[in-house]
T-cell receptor
Framework: AQTVTQSQPEMSVQEAETVTLSCTYD???????LFWYKQPPSRQMILVIR??????QNATENRFSVNFQKAAKSFSLKISDSQLGDAAMYFC?????????????FGTGTQLKVEL | DGGITQSPKYLFRKEGQNVTLSCEQN?????MYWYRQDPGQGLRLIYY???????QKGDIAEGYSVSREKKESFPLTVTSAQKNPTAFYLC????????????FGPGTRLTVL
């Protein structure tokens, strides 16, 4: 079975500090995309960052960056200069390109708290 | 504005009744998806449609039905056969097959009384 594991149910970070959320996944496919989505209290799912598995370069999006280790099947999210608005549930997910119905497989999420 | 709308935001139903959740998108996306979210769990796929008049079951399709008569609309019916329908339901859409990113609507919270 293809799975996504987020081993940290909750994380805390001080405002302006850096935090890293971990994610591991299991797939036998070689072509896929990886995503981090953010779900604030409004419950709207917001795309944070995406990574193509065929690219070795780690994706960055302003204060958000990933550490993608394909061999280890690891995809962590680093948030720099944390802000109060970053407080949310963060979900890691992947989407395979061949078959699989183009569906996203999600982890169970990490609740991030940002403290003053 | 382009986007995905879901209505209603909150929905209550009596046990044994069918209820339909609306999902509309004006992004001209081909593919649409329905997910269910329960506390402490990630999103689980109920149904998806890659093209008009075609749809496939996801991981937890039992007790649900869908239709895709128009490109912009993908309604989900929660039937009385669904054993535990109280949950948060999210609709998403994606461009053509070669694209990869799904965009989500604001969700509908369904409560069975």
């Amino acid at each position: 079975a293809q799975t996504v594991t987020q081993s940290q149910p909750e994380m805390s970070v001080q405002e302006a500090e850096t935090v890293t959320l971990s994610c591991t996944y299991d797939t036998s496919e070689s072509d896929y995309y990886l995503f981090w989505y953010k779900q604030p209290p409004s419950r709207q799912m917001i795309l944070v960052i995406r990574q193509e598995a065929y690219k070795q370069q780690n994706a960055t999006e302003n204060r958000f960056s990933v550490n993608f280790q394909k061999a280890a099947k690891s995809f962590s999210l680093k948030i720099s200069d944390s802000q109060l608005g970053d407080a949310a549930m963060y979900f890691c997910a992947y989407h395979i390109l061949t078959g699989g119905g183009n569906k996203l497989t999600f982890g169970t999420g990490t609740q991030l708290k940002v403290e003053l | 504005d382009g986007g995905i709308t879901q209505s209603p935001k909150y929905l209550f139903r009596k046990e044994g009744q069918n209820v339909t959740l609306s999902c509309e998108q004006n992004l001209n996306h081909d593919a649409m998806y329905w997910y269910r979210q329960d506390p402490g769990q990630g999103l689980r796929l109920i149904y998806y449609s890659q093209i008009v008049n075609d749809f496939q079951k996801g991981d937890i399709a039992e007790g649900y039905s869908v239709s895709r008569e128009k490109k912009e609309s993908f309604p989900l019916t929660v039937t009385s056969a669904q054993k535990n329908p109280t949950a948060f339901y999210l609709c998403a859409s994606k461009g053509g097959f070669a694209t990869d990113t799904q965009y989500f609507g604001p969700g509908t919270r369904l409560t069975v009384l």
